[in-house]
């Protein structure tokens, strides 16, 4: 079983920043890719980027150039630095690690969800 906590939203003005963090955490965890959704009232929960175990990172277009996600892998924790804030920026934001489970010649992953953190941009 994989615990997922994420940490750092908040209340921000248009144009600031804020730093979400992830940790994904259990006995004997070997954790693969993790990532960042949001999801807004209304709306469908959409990614917003993730990183693989190797750094490769992918990021929704309407976040490009103004968020960066980044992870620890020594500390099962992603990061989302979020920059140039909008008030269509606002939702919660959901972190997703995806556990790497190898059983005999098989291998497959399991995914956990956070809890959320809610990160409003208002003035």
């Known amino acids: 079983q994989v615990q997922v906590v994420e940490s750092g939203g908040g209340l921000v003005q248009p144009g600031g920043s804020l730093r979400l963090s992830c940790a994904a955490s259990?006995?004997?965890?070997?954790?693969?890719?993790m990532g960042w959704y949001r999801q807004a009232p209304g709306n469908q929960r959409e990614l917003v980027a993730s990183v693989s175990r190797s750094n490769q990172t992918h990021y929704a277009d309407s976040v490009k150039g103004r968020f960066t996600i980044s992870r620890d892998n020594a500390k099962n924790t992603v990061y989302l630095q979020m920059s140039s804030l909008k008030p269509e920026d606002t939702a919660v934001y959901y972190c997703?690690?995806?556990?790497?489970?190898?059983?005999?010649?098989?291998?497959?992953?399991?995914?956990?969800w956070g809890q959320g953190t809610q990160v409003t941009v208002s003035s």
């Open positions: 997703n690690a995806a556990e790497l489970v190898v059983s005999g010649i098989a291998s497959y992953e399991n995914y956990y």
């Open positions: 259990g006995s004997a965890v070997s954790i693969g890719g």
